[in-house]
């Protein structure tokens, strides 16, 4: 009997502790009472008393560390009637009460409890004073946080020193008021840690956080489906929903990120201001909808500002799309492309030109008072970058700025690009388009560009701007050597960094007057670069390779290197003079054909040049440049059949190549590429 006992006294505890679902730490409690006497009886077996009635008015107190318990002080007052007889037995009673408690299914509450105390029993020949105990269920229902009717039954033994005064047992049915639960809403605590706002990044905060909040269930029973919003009416067109949460219960916290969808009117924001935020909250709270709102101050900075906590978000300043940028671009790109030697590749000159652009606008390095080392050793101080745009007006800004606007016009011409950091300083590099090996093999000295997964970038310290393209390239070059020796460098590619921090839109809102400078004067400037750049990276590798030739003069080898040399640098006859010597010396050289083949292509001559790929291949059979050639020139000529069968052999041989030049191959389904205003090659064979 006992091991029973104890294993249902156990289930009770356990229920108790899954079930437990109080709305307030103090209840007042008053319960009318039937009562029904079991004792004592006369001698003969009649009942000493009668059916009567009593109230008991309750304070009961549950523990937040153990809400499955509970506590009780009891007052109470019965009347029972003594039989046969007008008198009756008066009983005021006061003790404690300890139970546990818990919730089944919601709202419906069961209580067992045991009590004791001492009570006055008062009748016409006097009054006793004695203790009693007893014990006591009820089972409640929530009708409101506040409220819950009840029914329970209760036992009590009323002592003597020797026999009961009274026992019986109570039925009773009544009210329980639970002391600051409220009436409609729970009492919540919110509590909102929104960051300054930086409206560069206004579409970066749908995604992102802006900052966060926690919500803290204090006193009242559990809420259903919470729902966190945020929202700045002035900036906003609708609240954010931050976070949801099935089931907060009472005395539980959660936290949440809040979001922001910020409409570009917070673009304005010129100086550093506060306005007015609020945090909406909705749930269900005993089946009834609730909605609050907590005011909130929110910082929004100005739209130059950022913090250097993530150099990536620079990125968001690189407004390649902005007209002014583009119409600046647009003066000294074209050319570059288009007319003079076509030097190394378009890319290349592309980003030269438009560094000597920048330098014929007289846009000028002026370090900021704060360096960028100490702006970006704190991580929370706000910066001011300036827009591609506002640097070409004013013609002045620190690293940061020229980086920036120097990308903006490299991203505008199509030219990709990113930031380098090292130590105290930011710069740039752009994507030269030239695989690693073709490079290595156009440059006099490799260690002057970076290369990372197969590409070949171009370091450009932008604060030389006035120094010209080549010594800023050789400056930049430098840092990035001393600083990656010592793992001080940073790469980071805008392209990556734009997929989390998108380019502003700035539009109609960032307003400047731009004169940029004339297209002839910014070409010639740019032709008297590019021949510095042939003067000391190219002349002396000729002037080498044609000492040789003097000994050797019909050296294939040395022929071909020097056509080669020549050709990379866009100086075609030369190259062309160079490969005909070898054809007309050593007879038909695959690599000299091919090469003479690669002239006639970029010259126009498509069927020229498709007969010098047929030519070597014939010489070499499964030789990647000629198949190459044959495809592109074929491709030129509208020659299905040799471009398809070109690639299928290069598939085979040259799988790279092949998938480089999948698109060629039209007649299988492929997609036609572009229409190119260029017609260049790089891969010059040099065997």
Known sequence: MNQKCAIAIGLVLVGALGWAQVTSDFTLTAYPTVNIPLGPALSDGTPYYSIGGGLSVKGEYTPPFAQFLYSGLALGA?????????????????????????????????????????????????????????????????????????????????????????????????????????????????????????????????????????????????????????????????????????????GEEKSFDVFALFRDNI????????????IKVTYKYFGSDVTASYPITVTVNNRNGMTWDDTSKAAAFITSNDMNVRSFSARAVPDARSRGTPAINATFRAAMALFTAMRIQGVAYIPDPKTFASKVDNKEAVDYLQFPAQTLETRAGDCDDLSILYASLLESAGIETAFITVPGHIYVAFNLDLDPRTAAATFANPADLITRENETWIPVEITRVRDGFLKAWQTGAQEWLSASASQNAAFIPIHDAWETFSPANTGEIIKVSISPPDSERIFGAYAAELQAFWATAFQPRVSKLQDDLKLQKSDSRLLNKLGVLYARFGKYDEARQQFEKIVSSNGEVPSALINLGNIAYVGGDNQAALDYFTRALKRSSNNSFALQGIAMAGYELGDTNAVQTALAQLKTTDPDAAERLASLDTGSGGKSRAASAEKEVTSWNEE
């Open 267 to 278: 673009f304005g924001v010129t100086e550093a201001t506060k306005v007015a935020g609020e």
């Open 78 to 250: 019965d009347l029972v009637p003594i039989n046969s007889s007008k008198n009756s037995l008066t009983l005021l009673s006061l003790g404690l009460e300890l139970g546990v408690q818990f919730y089944p299914i919601p709202r419906l509450g069961l209580r067992l409890a045991a009590c004791g105390g001492e009570y006055a029993g008062m009748v016409a020949e006097g009054t006793v004073f004695n203790p009693y105990i007893g014990g006591l269920a009820d089972v409640s229902y929530l009708l409101n946080p506040s409220l819950s009717l009840g029914l329970g039954a209760s036992y009590k033994y009323n002592f003597t020193p020797t026999d009961p005064l009274y026992q019986g047992i109570g039925v009773s049915l009544g009210v329980r008021y639970h002391v600051g639960a409220g009436g409609g809403a729970a009492n919540l605590k919110v509590e909102p840690a929104i960051q300054p706002i930086f409206p560069l990044f206004y579409s970066y905060y749908d995604k992102h956080p802006a900052g966060s909040l926690s919500v803290k269930n204090t006193g009242t029973g559990a809420i259903q489906d919470l729902k966190v919003s945020f929202y700045v009416k002035q900036f906003m067109d609708e609240p954010k929903v931050s976070g949801t949460c099935k089931e907060l219960a009472r």
